[in-house]
Structures are given as structure tokens and as C-alpha cells.
């Protein structure tokens, strides 16, 4: 913004200050408000970000009881989380265009309404196809109300504190996902998930009023929209959701299905076509020179493996407690432990935060998660959940505590680079978390499986008529049906069946002791590639930031003036 710009409040009239103008056009003002109006906007901030992310908590937190709600498949329920995610992921760029074309004002009225009008349209539970549809209205709205946290929170903190409100609310966005499944026990009754719906619509209902009772401040308006958007944005739009189909929809449907090799031709083409569209565009979307530069590169990867370690929790710790027919009411405490871990990680990533090493606290998370995966490679068919209490906590710990610094040096890359490339970070930031978390649970989903085969065969090798241990197990299982079943031939058949279903309990927990070190390998290998050049920086006391941290303090110390 040129230093000649004014912004004044159409409806107060007040005339912003220099230090108090915006960002970036899209973005609100920062006036120094006063203490309690500065408190109100941190509590809506907060809010902001719980019912965002509370959007795919429930889903994922439900998805069995959903299931059953509307008498759909396995696959039919995929597709759910196909719809919600293709949204989330690809409109933060869209929705960064819409702010600055329209205003930050129009954005906060329309995605709220969405978000009351999704969550209203599942209340009334009126199928699986308005579901769906209901889904794909959520991803957007959550990814909305991403950007209305950090909005928010910036307006409740400090100015010397106001970046932190990125690294808040990428906590906030993790701390949903425990929390709704800590709380959605007391909520689903006898496996009703109206009381859910209700539940939503209340939240949403609530964060309508919230926006409306205190506004955000203006911001400057640009004409960012161009023709070219719509063809380019379509085709990311088809190829984001056939990937995501097609990473969703393999571990379910497995990966010979002969449709998801069209399905991710189509990715490849959707997702082509649009990097071919911007990259002979004068202004595009994604500037892909900037994208493709080293430093990005390898902040985007590092990103998305994180999402693929962290993805050790959600798909191995906590598929391992549904195997052992753990659920609801039994894992609600473990679930608050995660919260407050996740909690815990987000406020100390605050207090750590230093954008002069922000290697540092990727290192020491990526090394936690090494640990606490091998510790967890203990568990066996008797484990609990409060045996993995303390190293699942650790995980809540690390995957927060590594995310906020990922983005703010992606952030003061893109504000150095210049306004326009804001949005080819956020598009690269969110699809990397997207598709890594995605990518991640389809990487163990299928090693699991394939781990479980081999335990199979194994055990199937070993366990004969003739092994003294089978031929005790099929013994007791006998005697334990004996009391129910008279004919011995189906008594025979009923121990079997027993002893079966029991090998294959201890198969799948095996498995998931190999998913552990997979991903304990994984770990440490990321944290040998990250740790060799911070080491190599420090020696020669190079850093890697120190061009766009003089550019951000010159540029504070000019607002101030």
C-alpha cells in the first residue's frame, strides 16, 4: 500500500493511522482498540477457529454413526469426506480474492451464512445427497472461518504479538479434532446423530451472532478477478477432488480398482492444466517461478511430512483402539489429553516463537514424534488407553508446535516476494496439509493391510492341530461356548471361530506396531534432512531469513513513523 493511501470507516467515520493501515489489501485494519473490545475479538477469534475446525472433527469423530444415520457404505460415506475436503482445500486462494474484490465485510456475512445455512440443511437430515452437498458447502466455510480466526485474534493481540494469532489458530484447527471427539459420546445418544447436527447449527448460529455483534474493521478493496480465474481455478478445482478421491476412496475401495487410475489421470490433467494456465498468465493466482524456488519447495514438503507423521495418530493409534473395540465413553479421556496437549503445544509455540530460528522448533517436534512412535511399537492386543496416554500426548504436542513456524516462514517469504504472492503460499500451504494428512492415513492405511497379511500367513504356518497351544486355545474356546451349544460339531465350529477372530485381533495390532516404526523411521530420517543444513547455517551463521526479516522491519519501522 503506497504511504499516500487513506482508509477511513464508512460508518464512524474514523480515519485509520498509518501504523493501523492493512496488510494487505483483503485484510482488516488494525486500530488500537481499547482493552475490553481488544478481549471480545480475541474470545470471537477463538471461537472462530473452534467451530471451523469443528466442521471435520464431528464428521471424522462420527463417521460410524453417520454411516448408519443414512444406511450408506463404506464407500458412500468416502465420498463425504471426498466432498468436504476438495472445498477446504482449494478455496483459501479463492476466498483470498473474494476479500479483496468485495471487502472483508461481505466475506464475514457470507461465509457465516453458508456455514448456518450447511449445518441447517443437515439438521433436518434430509438424505445422503443433501448431505453431501452440505459437506462441500462446510469445506468452504471452514476454510473460511480459518482466515476470519487469524482476522480476529490479530485484532485481540499486541502488535508486537499480532503474527502469533497464525500460529493460534493452526491450534485451534487441531485442537477441534480431540475435542469433538471428546465430547461427541455425550452428545450421540443411543448413536442419534440429530443431537449432533443440533449441536453444529447451535455453534454456527452462535458465531453468526458473534460476527455481527462486533465487526471487524475495514480493509482496502483491490479488482484482483480476471477471466482467466474461472478455467483455472476449475480445472484446480476437478483435479484437487479427483485426488482427493482417489487417495480417499483407495485405501477404501484398494488400489486395483480400475476407476482410480482415471480418477487420478483426471488430477493430473485438472491440476496441469491450471499450473499451464498461470504460468503464461501477466497476474496470476500461483506464481509458479516463486513456488518452484527452492526455499518453498522444501518449505512445502516438510509441511506435508509432517502431516504424514502427525497422520500416526489418527490413523494408527486410534484405528488400533477401534480394532480392540475400544470406543465412545472409553476413549473420551484419552481424547482430552490430546486436546490439552495440543493446547499445550500451541501456547508454548507462541511463547517460543523466534522468527530468527524457526528451524528450531520443527526439529525438536519431528524428534518427538521419532520417539514416541518406536515407544509405541510396545502395544499388543492388551494395551489400553491410558498406556499410550503420555506418547500420543507427545504427538498432540509436536504437530502443533511445528506447524505455526512452518507457516510464518512461508508467510514472510510471501509478504517479501510482494502482496501478490501472498496467495500462491496460502493455495501451496493449504493443499500440502490437505493432501499430506490425506496422503499420509492412504500411505499407512495400505502398509497396514499388507502387514496384516504377512502376520496372517505367518501365524497361519504355525498353527496346526498339532501345535500344543492351538490345540489349549481351541479347548478353552470350547468349554466357553459349551454352556450355549449342546451339538459339538458347532461347538467345534463356534471355538474356530473364536480362535480366528482372535489371530486376526493380534495380526492387526501387529501391524499397527509396524505402522509405528514406519513412521518412527520416517521421523528420523526427516529429522537427519533438516537437521544437516540448520547445523551447516549455524556454523557459518548464515540465515536463512535474514533478508525478509530487515524487509519486515524496515517496513514496521516505516508504518510507525
Known sequence: MADHDVLI?????????????????????????????????LAIGVSMGLIGGSQNGFLLANSAALQAEF??????????????YTTYACMSMMLFRVRQEFGIQPFVRWAMAALVAANFV????????????????????????????????????????????????????????????????????????????????????LGLGMVYLLRLPPGVRKNTFEKLDIPSFGLFIVGVGALCAFLIQGRIQWWDTPWLGYALVVAIIGI???????????????????????????????????????????????????????????????????????????????????????????LFAVLVICIAAFLDTRSGVMSRPQDLYFTQAAIAFAAVFSMGPIMMEGMLRALTAGPSYVISFIAIFSLSQSIGGLGGIAILSAFHKVRVK????????????????????????????????ADPVLRQQAAA?????????????????????????????????????????????????????????????????
Open 454 to 485: 504377512t502376520h496372517m500367513i505367518d501365524a497361519g504356518s504355525t498353527l496346526t492341530m498339532g501345535n500344543p497351544q492351538l490345540a489349549e486355545a481351541m479347548a478353552n474356546a470350547g468349554r466357553g461356548v459349551a454352556a450355549t451349544q
Open 9 to 41: 470507516d464508512e460508518i464512524d467515520g474514523y480515519r485509520f493511522k498509518p501504523h493501523e493501515m492493512p496488510i494487505l489489501p483483503g485484510s482488516p485494519a488494525n486500530p488500537d482498540h481499547p482493552g475490553r473490545r481488544r478481549a471480545a475479538y
Open 71 to 84: 444406511a450408506i457404505t463404506p464407500v458412500e460415506l468416502g465420498w463425504l469426506t471426498v466432498a468436504f
Open 272 to 362: 496441469g492444466g491450471c499450473l499451464l494456465i498461470e504460468a503464461h498468465r501477466k497476474s496470476p493466482m500461483l506464481d509458479l517461478s516463486w513456488l518452484s524456488s527452492r526455499a518453498i519447495l522444501k518449505l512445502a514438503i516438510v509441511g506435508a511430512t509432517v502431516r504424514v507423521l502427525v497422520a500416526e495418530q489418527g490413523f494408527g493409534a486410534t484405528g488400533m483402539f477401534t480394532t480392540l473395540g475400544l470406543g465412545g465413553q472409553q476413549l473420551a479421556s484419552y481424547f482430552w489429553i490430546l486436546a490439552g496437549a495440543t493446547m499445550g503445544g500451541m501456547l508454548l509455540s507462541v511463547i517460543r516463537l523466534d522468527p530468527k530460528d524457526l528451524t528450531r522448533p520443527v
Open 122 to 205: 443437515q439438521m433436518l437430515e434430509p438424505g445422503y445427497y443433501p448431505e453431501l452437498a452440505a459437506r462441500a458447502v462446510a469445506g468452504i466455510t471452514a476454510s473460511g472461518l480459518s482466515a476470519l480466526a487469524i482476522y480476529y485474534l490479530m485484532q485481540g493481540l499486541p502488535a508486537a504479538m499480532r503474527v502469533a494469532g497464525l500460529v493460534i489458530s493452526i491450534g485451534l484447527s487441531q485442537i477441534a479434532i480431540p475435542l469433538t471427539r471428546a465430547i461427541s459420546p455425550a452428545l450421540l445418544v443411543d448413536g442419534d446423530m440429530g443431537n449432533i447436527f443440533e449441536f453444529q447449527f447451535a455453534l454456527s448460529l
Open 497 to 561: 471361530s473364536s480362535i480366528s477372530q482372535e489371530i486376526g485381533r493380534e495380526a492387526a495390532v501387529l501391524a499397527f506396531n509396524d505402522v509405528f516404526f514406519l513412521i518412527g523411521t520416517l521421523a528420523a530420517i526427516t529429522f537427519v534432512a533438516i537437521c544437516v543444513p540448520w547445523i551447516i547455517n549455524k556454523i557459518r551463521g548464515h540465515n536463512p531469513l535474514a533478508k525478509e526479516l530487515a524487509f519486515i522491519e524496515a517496513r514496521l519501522s516505516r508504518n510507525s513513523q
